[in-house]
Nanobody, 127 residues
């Protein structure tokens, strides 16, 4: 089992940056592909970014491509999301999630495919 704890959220002005971090418990962190999702009030949870088990492969939602960067450190059991050029529409609760993939470098974009979730961290971008 994996426990996930996010940190790094806060209030930032449009155009600013934030770095979210997710700390994972357990000795099998490197077995999991990791993802970041977000949920704004009244909206469904949406995919933001994912990274493969090795960290070599990544994928992003079109809305954040070129602005956000996902990375992981398997030695420290952490996965980060660097968010630059933030926009008011990025305002949401951000969740870290872990997926035990069937094979290789799979990176899921569907929330229901992830096995473990953190409690979320609020990101608010003011205009």
């Amino acid at each position: 089992q994996v426990q996930l704890v996010e940190s790094g959220g806060g209030l930032v002005q449009a155009g600013g940056s934030l770095r979210l971090s997710c700390a994972a418990s357990g000795r099998t962190f490197c077995s999991y592909a990791m993802g970041w999702f977000r949920q704004a009030p009244g909206k469904e949870r949406e995919f933001v970014a994912a990274i493969s088990r090795s960290g070599v492969f990544t994928r992003y939602a079109d809305s954040v491509k070129g602005r956000f960067t996902i990375s992981r450190d398997n030695a420290k059991n952490t996965v980060d999301l660097q968010m630059n050029s933030l926009k008011p529409e990025d305002t949401a609760v951000y969740y870290c999630a872990a997926d035990l993939p069937i094979a290789g470098a799979t990176m899921e974009i569907y929330a229901w495919k992830y096995d473990y979730w953190g409690q979320g961290t609020q990101v608010t971008v003011s205009s």
